[in-house]
């Protein structure tokens, strides 16, 4: 476990930030399995709740742009806090020298 601790976890330290942003990512822009999941407009997920504020007929463009604006903002404060991570994670051995 010494071993595990002092020689793995190093290494693979940047490629779990990576996957770990990249899920988080995935899950927020999650359309589908809540659209078949959930049956409460309550329990709706921001993707969702975008999507219902559309008709055909009479769309407030206004509103839906200011939504889709607030629910970048946790991924644009995600991205730039673990940006060194990320790039430490997707540049690791891709580095020759």
Do not use: C, D, H
């Amino acid at each position: 476990f010494a071993i595990y601790g002092r020689v793995v976890l190093p290494l693979i330290g940047p490629a779990m930030g990576t996957l770990g942003l990249i899920t988080f990512i995935n899950s927020w822009n999650n359309f589908i399995t809540p659209l078949v999941v959930m049956r409460s407009v309550e329990n709706y997920t921001i993707p969702l709740a975008l999507r219902s504020m559309q008709a055909p007929n009479n769309t407030e463009w206004g509103a839906l742009m200011t939504g889709a604006a607030i629910a970048v903002l946790p991924l644009l404060l995600m991205f730039f806090v673990a940006s060194k991570r990320l790039i430490e994670g997707l540049t690791q051995g891709a580095v020759k020298g």
